[in-house]
């Protein structure tokens, strides 16, 4: 099974609806990061997260780190077409502060116009 | 500034050969990581450097390889390519450990 499990696979929505994204590991996070891929390209940052608690928001995207849970979620609010593409969720699981990330399988995420 | 530059972009070889790819990292970052991104296998750590020495390495073949070079630019290297070798290879910097890594646009690499 994967260290790095996120859910749902793939997602389809109407533009302007919300969206949540969710990535749960077997182990401690250290480090939760956010990327956005459209297919073929490189990862584009959308967050981090270290702490337990901690929320980031950019534009409508807003990511949280439950620590206990060892989960985190990312929810898009009021989606649009620009939000389509591939979301991956890594981790630092071993808090080696290292360029050494686990990741999880991806979200396919696509809005309807 | 400029970000994470791949080169070349795509390429293909055929089985057998060898190919090296190289990456730039964004300017004063001194880690640098590589990514092989597959269809049935999601995106695998291959290694790490940092300041020149080899810092973590993932589960692959010793076909794989890598190096980093004093102004942190960074190549890796993969001998005897194989088939199963097709993939996006994605280089990735950041400053030091713990902070936000950065990823290129990748290397396409068709093994025929």
């Known amino acids: 099974s994967q260290e790095l499990e996120q859910s749902p696979q793939s997602l389809i929505v109407q533009e302007g609806k919300n969206l949540t994204i969710n990535c749960t590991s077997s182990?401690?996070?250290?480090?939760l990061y956010w990327y956005k891929q459209k297919y073929g390209e490189g990862l584009i940052f959308l967050m981090m997260l270290q702490k337990g608690g901690e929320e980031k928001s950019h534009e409508k995207i807003t990511a949280k780190l439950d620590e206990k849970k060892q989960q985190s979620s990312l929810h898009i609010t009021a989606s649009q077409p620009s939000h389509a593409g591939i979301y991956l969720c890594g981790a630092d699981m071993v808090a080696s502060n290292t360029g050494k990330l686990i990741f999880g399988q991806g979200t396919t995420l696509q809005v309807k116009p | 500034k400029a970000g994470v530059t791949q080169t070349p972009r795509y390429l293909i070889k055929t089985r057998g050969q060898q190919v090296t790819l190289s990456c730039s990292p964004i300017s004063g970052h001194r880690s640098v990581s590589w990514y092989q991104q597959t269809p049935g296998q999601g995106l695998q750590f291959l290694f790490e450097y940092f300041s020149e020495t080899q810092r973590n390495k993932g589960n692959f073949p010793g076909r794989f390889s890598g190096r980093q070079f004093s102004n942190s630019r960074s190549e890796m290297n993969v001998s005897t390519l194989e088939l199963g070798d097709s993939a996006l290879y994605l280089c990735?910097?950041?400053?030091?450990?713990?902070?936000?890594?950065?990823f290129g646009e990748g290397s396409w690499l068709t093994v025929v």
């Open positions: 990735a910097s950041s400053l030091a450990g713990g902070n936000t890594i950065y």
């Open positions: 182990k401690t996070l250290y480090g």
